[in-house]
């Protein structure tokens, strides 16, 4: 596998800075697309051959994506990219803008180039306004060099970004949401259909990516798809970055090349803690299922090997538990997430989540009982599948996850009245 990276800038001193960021190849990409003039359709090829998947949590191919977009329609078009990256365990987005704002603003430039829309918007999550700062004075050295707005590089075609601070909601990560919070209205999720490719921002064809998703396109423009297709592997190509928080040595964002094992991933990141045992690992962020350790040391970091056990690669946050973990506790932790941050929009999601956490609370602090664990996959079966947007599954997910692999902590918290380990 090859050792290439996508994110060259970022190790560079000021590495958001537009002179730093030109030293190695910044805006090739855009003058190559400019200067040969290249047809939409050949660059969403491109893309659709790198099999570039969202790196937002759905995996969703990007080239597919971008082919939704209508061609023919004559009004005003969007694209939107969401930075608000509010998942626990996932920290990836927020470096990009920090410290790579500028292949970020390239790729959103190109994306709008090929999708024909006429202005960008990225969606910044509202508790990192140094990246918001980091990423609106980079717009104005782009702009500064005509790199962006009017008449970009003298090719008579207009284009812009606007950088858009939300305000801490978890919901608007959602992407009908973020539409909604965009146009000043309440951050709720839309229903669907009419999807955003047809009726999205200011009801105006839109398409919506992740940060690391539109900040992996200028490398598929310079180099070929097939070039970021072979960094990883058939049906999961480039490179991704993961965040691996937890009970690790040394913690942060790694860029491997997709189909790295996880026992590789675990190396990067200085092995567990203090030499102890790995317990269990959450490879997608809070709202996926849980993998035992022993079964993850088998898997590698790509979206179907992770699949194939249960659970779902999302937008990479691997969090690690070590063996003093009590998975009661942690499933409560994450259980009260859930349930503060549910809109109320969706009846089953709004109780259901209270429902979810009042239960493991009252287990975890010695007052459960035996028909809990029942009634506990019950409310989670009957969120599942039947919420406008799919907090309601990433409230249910971890907690079947837990039951599932670790029944038997919760059957000795209800009986003993304390923890396991």
């Known amino acids: 596998m090859a050792n290439e990276v996508i994110f060259h800038s970022i190790h560079l001193p000021e590495s958001w800075k537009l002179e730093n960021y030109l030293k190695v190849g910044g805006y090739d990409a ?92 990225n969606y910044i999550h509202g508790e990192i306004w140094e990246c918001y700062e980091r990423f609106e004075a980079a717009l104005d050295e782009a702009r500064a060099a005509g790199l962006l707005g009017k008449n970009i590089l003298g090719s008579g075609w207009d284009f812009d970004i606007h950088a858009h601070h939300g305000y801490g909601a978890y919901v608007c990560g959602e992407e009908t949401a973020l539409l909604e919070s965009i146009e000043g209205k309440k951050g709720q999720p839309r229903f669907k259909p009419p999807f955003p490719a047809s009726f999205g921002l200011y009801g105006k064809p839109t398409t919506i990516n992740n940060t690391e998703t539109l900040a992996s396109i200028p490398y598929i423009v310079k180099h070929g798809g097939q070039k970021f297709l072979e960094l990883g592997i058939p049906n999961n190509g480039g490179t991704k970055i993961f965040s691996v928080s937890g009970h690790v040595n040394n913690p942060g964002n790694f860029e491997i090349g997709m189909g790295t094992p996880f026992s590789e991933l675990l190396k990067m990141a200085g ?37 194939k056990a249960g659970s779902y690669l999302g937008a990479g946050s691997v969090i690690v538990m070590d063996d003093t ?3 009661v506790k942690a499933l409560e932790r994450l259980s009260y997430f859930y349930f503060e941050e549910s809109c109320g929009q969706c009846t089953p999601c709004r109780e259901g989540t209270g429902w979810l956490y009042r239960v493991i609370h009252r287990i975890e602090h010695g007052l459960g009982k035996p028909e809990d664990l029942d009634l506990l996959e019950s409310v989670a079966g009957n969120i599942m599948g039947r919420t406008i947007c799919a907090l309601g599954d990433a409230a249910a997910m971890p907690v079947q996850g837990m039951l599932k692999h670790y029944r038997n902590e919760f059957e000795y918290h209800i009986q003993h009245k304390k923890c396991m380990v």
Request: proline share 6%; charged share 25%.
């Open 325 to 327: 973990v009590c998975m």
């Open 271 to 307: 092995g567990v803690k203090n030499g102890r045992k790995l317990k269990a690992v959450i490879p997608g962020g809070s709202s996926v299922p849980v993998v035992p350790g022993e079964i993850m040391m088998d898997l590698t970091m790509d979206y179907d090997s992770i699949a």
């Open 30 to 121: 855009l003058k190559k697309v400019l200067a040969e003039k290249m047809a939409p359709d050949a660059i969403i090829e491109q893309v659709k051959a790198s099999v570039l998947r969202g790196r937002g949590g759905a995996g969703f191919p990007t080239g597919l994506k971008w082919s939704f977009m209508p061609k023919n329609y004559s009004g005003d078009k969007y694209l939107v990219c969401n930075s608000d990256e509010g998942e626990p365990g996932t920290f990836k987005d927020r470096d990009i803008i920090r410290l790579n704002p500028h292949q970020l603003i390239e790729g959103m430039i190109i994306g709008g180039y090929t999708l024909g829309a006429k202005a960008g918007y």
